[in-house]
């Protein structure tokens, strides 16, 4: 017998560590961009920030929001020249992938 424990939503966000997960994507984000061949300015304006912005965060003299996270997550995540090393630096955890409602499952 098997028997599956269904988590809401913010369980699940409570288990998840938005700031070691924003660490990483800091450090992952020039050579994510660079697989993509994305400058700082094409990269600002698809998750719709100013490139000033953008440069701040990457060059760590501002925080990244979690809204500003899980945009260039989908970016970086959605794009297959991008999406492997996304999941080897696990950017994406399972438990947040439930939360959004992805489901590897057939």
Sequence with gaps: MVIVL???????MEIINKEEL???LIYELPVL??????TQ???SDIIGV?????SSIETRKR??????????????YNNPA??????NAGLFPEELQQAVGINHRE
Excluded: C, P
């Design 6 to 12: 269904k988590q809401s939503v913010q369980e699940m």
């Design 22 to 24: 924003i660490d990483k």
């Design 33 to 38: 961009r660079a697989r993509l061949g994305m």
């Design 41 to 43: 300015d094409e990269a």
């Design 50 to 54: 100013s490139r000033q912005t953008y």
């Design 63 to 76: 925080n990244m929001s979690w809204t500003t996270y899980m945009a260039l997550l989908m970016v970086f």
């Design 82 to 87: 991008t999406r492997s090393e996304v999941e």
